[in-house]
């Protein structure tokens, strides 16, 4: 399973950006997705996580509210709308596929390059 992120970007506080990750190969539906950010000199985050069937949902404490995870497993597409971004939210964010919706990212299998978003002060 190859995993793509795209959709990063720079963007002013309070403004909002889509993520998309499209893997290819494997049965998508029947991973479970993760997004994880990692800013300069900081570990990596957990973000988001969803289910295969997408019906469970999980969030960091500090992205809940405003981010909001979802996938269309008719296109193969998971996605993270960040609503109401901060300069702290300033990170490469990358996808992963998994077996189950994890929050530690050492849990995943398969992982793509991130996209980087950039928010202005």
């Known amino acids: 399973v190859q995993l793509q992120a795209s959709g990063g970007g720079l963007v002013q506080a309070g403004g909002s950006l889509r993520l998309s990750c499209a893997p290819s190969?494997?049965?998508?539906?029947?991973?479970?997705m993760g997004w994880f950010r990692q800013a300069p000199g900081k570990e990596r985050e957990f973000v988001a996580a969803v289910s295969g069937n997408g019906g469970n949902t999980y969030y960091a404490d500090s992205m809940r509210g405003r981010f909001t995870i979802s996938r269309d497993n008719a296109k193969n597409t998971v996605y993270l709308q960040m609503n109401s971004l901060k300069p702290e939210d300033t990170a490469v964010y990358s996808c992963a596929a998994g077996l189950a919706p994890y929050k530690a990212y050492s849990l995943y299998k398969y992982w793509g390059q991130g996209t980087q978003v950039t928010v202005s002060s």
């Open positions: 190969g494997g049965n998508f539906s029947s991973y479970a």
